[in-house]
């Protein structure tokens, strides 16, 4: 895991921290499978701090494309899609990188935006009338 927070697509830190844990990776996955015959997949990138993780209904999205175009994707999961499915947002939103910004153009991009989300109940009961 590696903390950081700003704008992945120009900040130098990010692409340090890419240019880090891809190799350790991927070090350790071809140690695994030549030394102790056991291979497994490198899992996706995803942005939120290492720790368990149980956030119950999510609502999500692919997005295609450059990182700095997912905003108003974002804006209209938050402000349209959760509040007409009688949803409100619970827990962080979270980012999981499916592409590899370094060799992939940006318009090929991918990422899954993810909102937890609760159920919005109404206080008032079935027989009630507003």
């Known amino acids: 895991m590696i903390d950081g927070h700003g704008d992945p697509n120009t900040s130098q830190v990010y692409k340090a921290a890419l240019e880090t844990i891809y190799p350790i990776a991927y ?10 015959d ?9 942005a939120l701090r290492f ?11 692919l997005h295609i494309g450059p990182y700095d175009d997912e905003g108003p994707v974002l804006a209209a999961m938050h402000t349209d899609f959760i509040p007409a499915h009688s949803l409100n947002m619970a827990g962080k939103h979270h980012e999981i990188y499916l ?11 991918k990422i899954i ?13 079935d027989g009630d009338a507003a």
């Open 27 to 36: 070090g350790l996955k071809f140690f695994s499978k030549s030394e102790l």
């Open 38 to 46: 056991r291979d497994y997949t490198v899992m996706p990138l995803e």
């Open 51 to 61: 720790e368990t993780l149980d956030e119950g209904l999510a609502v999500q999205t």
């Open 99 to 109: 592409s590899d910004p370094r060799r992939t153009a940006p318009e090929k991009l």
């Open 113 to 125: 935006l993810r909102q937890p989300v609760v159920r919005a109940y109404s206080s008032l009961s």
